[in-house]
């Protein structure tokens, strides 16, 4: 039986005053109070497509070249996963090298772009995820993700990957956090000035709405990592990926660590995200958390970490648990006050 992959889309309707689902009745004044008057009503649909298309964002630094075997290694569970899927894929692979500016943020190797269409694709993407070791020391995976999915590389040297209405995955893995800093940290002499000036490096907030920027007609990003852990005892050669874990926890993915021997479990749960329901959803605005409802097929949802949902207000997350995952075909509605109209 082939399996399913599903897309998520939001409408927000504002200022929905007696647009409630638990007010159906007008105000015979006509009036509302503020929280009817502010009252934000975002609604998804959990619906199933077939398109995916994924950055794997792989670090070129001189210590890399044990964890790219490590991943070439699993390269044919990662096809393997997604062919039973059943998805239509894209798959590039960029590098983490900003400083070369001819092949900052390209897709690597010809075909840039590895299709069903592909000759013998598990090959060359196994081939692929080899990109040496030459590259910068100042690891910049995040917004390198971000460049090559935006202009003008989008429709220019990396033009045909990302399809319109297509879900967008991208996986990281790297062994050192990441050094996204547009610049801010040229000409300072001081080999460890992503750890020692992180003040200067963009805000992992601003490279979150930058995300979400890139997939304003289709569904949020799916976005995981392989990275240094929070505790390197016994493998000292990484360093903990915490800008990497903050991406991945604002849009509800999978973080593995680069040191496990064997990136079988990690490629696992990547794989997994393209057959199974979404459990994350984005709010449009800041919410004030005591006022969120929320509603699956108009079932009430309440507040619970063990089968309900919860909300994290650092990100707008929505996350939802147990029973109350929205399965394919669901309609989610969250009505809530936004933050700013307290």
């Known amino acids: 039986m082939r399996a399913s992959r599903f897309i998520v889309t939001a409408c927000l ?61 699993r390269a044919s569970d990662f096809i393997a996963g997604i062919e039973a899927a ?32 592909t000759p013998d694709y598990e090959t060359v993407f196994r081939e692929r995820l080899d990109v040496g070791i030459a590259g910068s020391e100042q690891e910049e995976g995040i917004d390198a993700a971000y460049s090559a999915l935006s202009e003008p590389r989008r429709s220019g040297p990396n033009g045909g990957f990302h399809r319109e209405g297509a879900s967008l995955m991208i996986n990281y893995l790297s062994d050192e956090n990441d050094c996204s800093d547009r610049g801010a940290l040229f000409g300072i002499d001081d080999p460890d000035a992503c750890y020692d000036r992180d003040d200067l490096l963009v805000p992992v907030a601003e490279l979150v709405e930058d995300y979400r920027a890139l997939t304003d007609s289709g569904p949020t990003p799916l976005v995981n990592a392989i990275v240094g852990p929070e505790i390197t005892e016994g493998c000292e050669s990484s360093k903990p990926g915490q800008r990497y874990w903050e991406m991945v926890s604002a849009f509800g993915g999978t973080q593995s660590s680069i040191c496990d021997d064997d990136f079988a479990t990690a490629i696992s749960q990547i794989v997994a995200q393209t057959s199974q329901p979404r459990s994350v959803f984005i709010l449009t605005q800041d919410a004030i958390e005591s006022t969120i409802q929320v509603w699956v097929d108009d079932s009430p949802i309440e507040p619970s970490s063990s089968d309900g949902f919860t909300y994290d207000d650092s990100y707008r997350l929505l996350q939802f648990y147990g029973s109350s995952v929205p399965g394919f075909g669901s309609t989610v509605v969250a009505e809530y006050q936004a933050l700013s109209a307290e």
């Open 86 to 117: 059943g998805v239509d894929f894209h798959i590039g692979v960029i590098t983490t090298d900003l400083d070369d500016l001819e092949q900052a943020a390209l897709f690597v190797g010809s075909p840039t772009v590895i299709t069903r269409d």
């Open 13 to 73: 309707v504002a200022a929905c005053s007696g647009a409630s689902k638990s007010d159906d009745d007008d105000d015979d004044d006509g009036g509302s109070d503020s929280a009817d008057t502010d009252a934000v009503r975002d609604v998804f649909e959990q619906q199933v497509v077939d398109e995916l298309d994924i950055v794997w964002v792989i670090d070129n630094s001189a210590s890399m070249a044990d964890e790219q075997a490590k991943l070439q290694e």
